[in-house]
């Protein structure tokens, strides 16, 4: 029996907490409890999304406010508003300063549209009704295996979001916000010397692809993704300081990429497919690929054990909106293998991403 090796080099730290509270521990919190605040996640979930929906958190930036206040400025009712903030305060989002006033955290302020890395638009993606309501039909994925998304939307997601171009803007706000984020920890942990020309497969509104640009003036990049998608793309890439180095072409991945790259990256797109159609996708770029070239995802990795995983959970995402799947590092060396490239490492990094390296087998 032969024996894979391959680098993983290893995180720098891997913390998870909410708000100021650390994660529960089953060994001092009686069984009862620690379900029942797994339970109540789902409300804590839907209580962000109103703060995130009303703008709380840009009312706030200027200093602590009376809910009656905030109710005035939302066209929301007062009483109803406290109750909501108050929950949110309960879990370190939001702190109330004496009665019925309340200020930002540091939590609250990341909700803020005009700070880097907001995660307002995740927010707002996370709690929308058709998103929402795609999660209570957890049970259909499970005893079928499949999407639960096509269930209550009668197709499957992207198309979806073809037609409902509100929805779509939506998730793509979102997903730039988690760009941002993931920037930041694949630049620190990533070398992409070397590399002249980059194509973000997928690449959305170019977060990713921008961000890495600024620092490396050297690199040109192409960012990829369906016309419509490019069509949106066009005004955020204007704005950035590197529009002059970034070629905008549209496409579909299963269908071919753009030839002769150093390097092609695709941050959270292999794990939305099944096997195969991930297959279409890899083999398309191996056949784009010039010699030398390195493919680079930017996934979260499934990890053994029992511990607190973000993949775990955004696995279930997976499961029940496209239909794909995170993966451990054995999955994707041996999903490599069947498109004729080679896992080479994996470079973890300072988020709940990887940066997993391949090159032509």
Known sequence: MSIAVFEIEKPKYIS???????????????????LTQIMLGSLATQALYVAAKLGLADLLAGGPKPVEELATATNTDAAALYRVLRALASVGVFTEQGSRVFALTAPAAALRSDVPNSMRDVAIFWGEEWHWNVWGKLIHSVRTGNPAWDQVHGEAVFPYFEKHPEAGEIFNRAMSSFSGV?????????DFTGIETLVDIAGGFGRLLTGILQVHPQMRGVLFDLPQVIAGAREKVAQ?????????????????????????????????????????????????????????????IIAGGNNQDFGKLIDLEMLMSPGGKERTANEYRELF???GLKLNRIVCTKSPFSVIEAIAA
């Open 16 to 34: 998870v907490t909410l708000g100021e509270q650390s994660s529960v521990s089953t060994e001092t919190t009686p069984p009862s409890a620690f």
């Open 182 to 190: 993931a920037t930041e920890a694949v630049l620190d942990a990533y």
């Open 240 to 300: 950035t300081t590197v529009n002059d180095r970034v070629e905008l072409v549209g496409g579909d991945f299963f269908v071919s990429v753009p030839e002769g790259a150093d390097a092609y990256i695709l941050k959270s797109i292999i794990h939305d497919w099944d096997d195969e159609r991930a297959l279409t996708i890899l083999k398309n770029i191996k056949r784009a690929m010039k010699p030398g070239a390195r493919v680079l995802l930017v996934e979260a």
């Open 337 to 339: 293998a069947r498109a």
